[in-house]
């Protein structure tokens, strides 16, 4: 059977353990997976990992760890 691969822009936010579901922020919500069969790569650009149905590469979310600025106008001095 071929697992469906996902990809995603998150962050794992409880300690990753096999045998355990893994709990995901994404888009503004959690994700529960199924439990986890395998833990392929913790690093500071990806967690790579397999459940029962999917395997997941979950990318830090930069737009979320680095909020845009915006530049704001002088006011007059009256």
Same mark, same amino acid.
């Given at each position: $059977?071929?697992?469906?691969?996902?990809? #995603? @822009?998150?962050?794992?936010? $409880?300690?990753?353990?096999?045998? =355990?579901? %893994?709990?995901?922020?994404?888009?503004?919500? &959690? &994700? #529960?997976?199924?439990? !986890?069969? %395998?833990?392929?790569?913790?690093?500071? *650009? @990806? &967690? +790579? &990992?397999? =459940?029962?149905?999917?395997?997941?590469?979950?990318?830090?979310? #930069?737009? %979320?760890?680095?909020?845009?600025? !915006?530049? +704001?106008? *002088?006011?007059? !001095?009256?």
């Amino acid at each position: $059977m071929d697992k469906k691969c996902t990809f #995603l @822009r998150g962050k794992v936010i $409880m300690p990753l353990q096999t045998g =355990t579901k %893994a709990t995901i922020a994404y888009n503004g919500q &959690i &994700i #529960l997976t199924s439990p !986890v069969k %395998a833990i392929f790569e913790v690093s500071a *650009d @990806r &967690i +790579v &990992i397999e =459940t029962q149905n999917t395997i997941y590469s979950i990318a830090p979310d #930069l737009a %979320a760890a680095y909020p845009v600025l !915006v530049p +704001v106008q *002088d006011e007059a !001095v009256i």
